[in-house]
C-alpha cells in the first residue's frame, strides 16, 4: 500500500509540469497582460515599456515559464503575486480553510439527503416513489450551480432578507451555499447509491442473510450498504475533490474569501504568478485527495486490501527465486 501510493505521488510530478505549463500558454494566449491594469493616461512609452521589463513580459513565455519551474524546483518558491505582492503559498493556505468548509458542508448536506433517497429508491424501484425520486435527482442534476446560487439569492436575500447574501463570518452565510454546492452533489450520489443498491441486491448471500432471520434493517445496512460502498465512495472522492477545486462559481457568487474566488481574481487580471501557483496547489489537492479514496477502498473492502497483500508476497517470492 504504500509503495502504492509513492508511485502515485511520483506520477504527480510530471502531471503538474504539463499543467503548469498549459496555465501559462493559455494565460499568454488571453488578451491582455498584467501591466493593463497599472498603466496611467500619464506614463511615457519608455516607462510602460520599464514596466513590461521589470515583468519579464518583454521576453517570450517560455522564458517566464522556465525561470518559473527553476525557482519552484531549486528553492520550492511558488511565486508572488504580480499585483498584490503577496506570496502565493501564503495566499493559499489562509484562505484554504474557507475553500474547505464550504465543500465539505456541501458534502456533508449532499450525503444525509442522498444515502437515504438512494436506499430507499432500490427499495421501492419501479413505484412511484422511485419515480419521484429520480425526478428530483433529474431536476438536482440539470440546474446549473450559479443558476441556482442566484435564485436562493433572490428569494431568501433580497425577498425574504432573511440570510447574507456573502460571507460575514457567521453560521446563516453557510447556508445557501451549502445548499447551492449540496443540491448537485446529493442528486448524483443518491442515481449512483441507487444503483448500487440494486446491484448488490440480486447477490445470493442476501437471501441467505434473510433466511436465518437477520431483520430486513440489519441486512440493507450491514449487508447491502456495506458492499454497495465502494461506487458510492468512488463517486464521492471524484465529488469532493472536484468541489474542492471547482467551486470557484459559487464562491464568486457568493464573495467567498476562498482559494476558488482568489483563482478567478488571478485569472482576470493576467497574474502568471499567483494563477500558476494556485494551479499547482489545487492539483495537488486533489491528488491527495484521490489517494485518500483508493486508501479508504482497503479499509472499506478487505478483498482489496488482501490483493494489496498478495501482490506483495507474490514480489518477494519472484525476488527469492531469481
Wanted: proline fraction near 4%; charge should be positive.
Amino acid at each position: 500500500m504504500l509503495r502504492y501510493a509513492i508511485i502515485r505521488i511520483l506520477w504527480l510530478i510530471p502531471i503538474l509540469i504539463c499543467v503548469t505549463f498549459i496555465v501559462f500558454t493559455l494565460v499568454d494566449f488571453a488578451p491582455g497582460t498584467v501591466v493593463d491594469l497599472m498603466i496611467t493616461p500619464s506614463m511615457t512609452p519608455e516607462q510602460i515599456d520599464e514596466l513590461k521589463a521589470e515583468y519579464d513580459l518583454d521576453k517570450p513565455m517560455i522564458y517566464r515559464y522556465g525561470k518559473y519551474m527553476y525557482n519552484l524546483v531549486t528553492k520550492g518558491d511558488l511565486g508572488t503575486s504580480q499585483m498584490s505582492k503577496e506570496p502565493v503559498a501564503f495566499a493559499f493556505f489562509s484562505r484554504m480553510w474557507y475553500s474547505v468548509s464550504l465543500s465539505f458542508s456541501g458534502l456533508i448536506l449532499g450525503v444525509i439527503i442522498a444515502i437515504p433517497l438512494g436506499i430507499l429508491a432500490a427499495k421501492v424501484a419501479g413505484t412511484i416513489w422511485d419515480n419521484l425520486i429520480t425526478a428530483f435527482t433529474l431536476i438536482g442534476l440539470s440546474m446549473p450551480g450559479f443558476w441556482l446560487s442566484l435564485m436562493l439569492l433572490r428569494w431568501f436575500t433580497f425577498k425574504i432578507k432573511l440570510l447574507p447574501s456573502g460571507y460575514d463570518g457567521t453560521w446563516k452565510c453557510y447556508v445557501i451555499p451549502t445548499i447551492a454546492a449540496g443540491l448537485t452533489l446529493s442528486s448524483i450520489v443518491c442515481r449512483q447509491t441507487r444503483s448500487a443498491i440494486l446491484e448488490v441486491s440480486k447477490q445470493d448471500y442476501l437471501r441467505t442473510a434473510r433466511a436465518k432471520g437477520v431483520p430486513e434493517r440489519q441486512v440493507t445496512i450491514r449487508h447491502k450498504l456495506r458492499n454497495a460502498w465502494i461506487p458510492i465512495i468512488t463517486q464521492l472522492g471524484g465529488l469532493v475533490a472536484g468541489s474542492l477545486a471547482g467551486n470557484a462559481v459559487i464562491e464568486q457568487i457568493f464573495t467567498w474569501p476562498g482559494t476558488g474566488r482568489l483563482l478567478v481574481t488571478a485569472i482576470n487580471q493576467r497574474d502568471e504568478m499567483m494563477t500558476c501557483g494556485l494551479v499547482i496547489l489545487t492539483a495537488t489537492m486533489f491528488s491527495i485527495v484521490l489517494l485518500i479514496v483508493d486508501i479508504v477502498y482497503a479499509l472499506v473492502d478487505p478483498r482489496i486490501k488482501s490483493a494489496y497483500v498478495r501482490n506483495k508476497k507474490r514480489k518477494k517470492k519472484g525476488a527469492a527465486a531469481a
